[in-house]
């Protein structure tokens, strides 16, 4: 089992800046991809970010739009969102995702541990 703990959310302005961390622990496994989603109140939860063992990322450029940023260090076995520009519509619980595999996919059934989440509220 892997425990993931999310941090860094909050209540923030439009415009304004965070960054969200997720560390992970105990059965992580040697190399694996992590993936960070989003639920906003009454929406399904839909892929964010993903970064491969190997650091390549990928994005919902629909809904990010060159404003995230995903990044890892895995010797302390974190992952870290940087979101910048933040909008009214960023307003969701963001949840840190363990891959099963080494690369990234944008499915849910590619990630088998979640995180509690993190909300961030952007208001207007």
């Known amino acids: 089992q892997v425990q993931l703990v999310e941090s860094g959310g909050g209540l923030v302005q439009a415009g304004d800046s965070l960054r969200l961390s997720c560390a992970a622990s105990?059965?992580?496994?040697?190399?694996?991809?992590m993936g960070w989603f989003r639920q906003a109140p009454g929406k399904e939860r839909e892929f964010v970010a993903c970064i491969s063992w190997t650091g390549y990322s990928t994005y919902n450029t629909t809904s990010v739009k060159g404003r995230f940023t995903i990044a890892r260090d895995n010797a302390k076995n974190t992952v870290y969102l940087q979101m910048i520009s933040l909008a009214p519509e960023d307003t969701a619980v963001y949840y840190c995702a363990h891959g099963s595999a080494p690369y990234c996919r944008s499915d849910n059934a590619a990630y088998d541990n979640w995180g509690q989440g993190t909300q961030v509220t952007v208001s207007s």
């Open positions: 105990g059965r992580t496994g040697s190399r694996y991809a």
